[in-house]
């Protein structure tokens, strides 16, 4: 099994171009979530998903939009970037009932100058 | 809302044992987990504790008292390879996606 896997690993943006960040599990769960990471900040929320085709805002959401059209797949929307989305972002998934343990992909590197 | 409180730093021998304090304010609370990030690397799961009390993993330990609503990661034995960032993350309810706390970045030192 790969588990989680991101794509793109690195990406360099200009402002006000967008882009779409993808997300693949193989394991059948249920949940999926973006996280951004920033220095000193912790993970941070933008979206999560308890199913197929249904989405929800996380503690950041604003700038980004997702979708889950498909259980294993999970993208994350930049319309139109700007340098406060320079980050790390993360997705991560995790069964139904085993919200507590999150297994979480490698990562993409965004700049945006 | 929900915030959880970590150091931000902590350094230790090689050899030795730490611990990694984490108070939480949540408005659901069902567990606490604990997950490890090295340098360039993703998180990754730890333990997690729905009960009071000591769960322990090998070399590492945690503790829950919700009464105090305080949890601690325990590391004994510390080789190099311990040095990452550690996070506590609340567990608000089953429905709720974790809360992470801002991390707790550990040096072991020689």
């Known amino acids: 099994n790969a588990g989680v896997t991101q794509t793109p690993k690195f990406r360099v943006l200009k402002t006000g171009q967008s882009m779409t960040l993808l997300c693949a599990q193989d394991m059948n769960h249920e949940y999926m979530y973006w996280y951004r990471q920033d220095p000193g900040m912790g993970l941070r929320l933008i979206h999560y998903s308890v199913g197929e085709g249904t989405t929800a805002k996380g503690e950041v959401p604003d700038g980004y939009n997702v979708s889950r059209l498909k259980k294993q797949n999970f993208l994350l929307g930049l319309e139109s970037a700007a340098p406060s989305q320079t980050s790390v972002y993360f997705c991560?998934?995790?069964?139904?009932?085993?919200?507590?343990?999150?297994?979480f992909g490698p990562g993409t590197r965004l700049t945006v100058t | 809302g929900q915030s959880l409180e970590q150091p931000s730093e902590v350094t230790a021998v090689e050899g030795a044992i730490v611990q990694i304090n984490c108070t939480y304010q949540t408005s659901g609370f069902y567990g606490l987990s604990w997950y490890q990030q090295h340098d360039g690397g993703a998180p990754t799961f730890l333990s997690y504790?729905?009960?009071?009390g000591l769960e322990e993993t090998g070399r590492f330990s945690s503790f829950l008292s919700r009464s105090d609503s305080y949890g601690y990661l325990l590391l004994q034995e510390l080789q190099m390879k311990d040095s990452a960032s550690y996070f506590c993350?609340?567990?608000?309810?089953?429905?709720?996606?974790?809360?992470f706390g801002k991390g707790t970045r550990l040096s072991v030192i020689a």
């Open positions: 504790n729905a009960l009071d």
């Open positions: 991560a998934s995790s069964t139904l009932s085993g919200g507590y343990e999150q297994y």
């Open positions: 993350a609340a567990y608000p309810s089953g429905n709720t996606p974790l809360v």
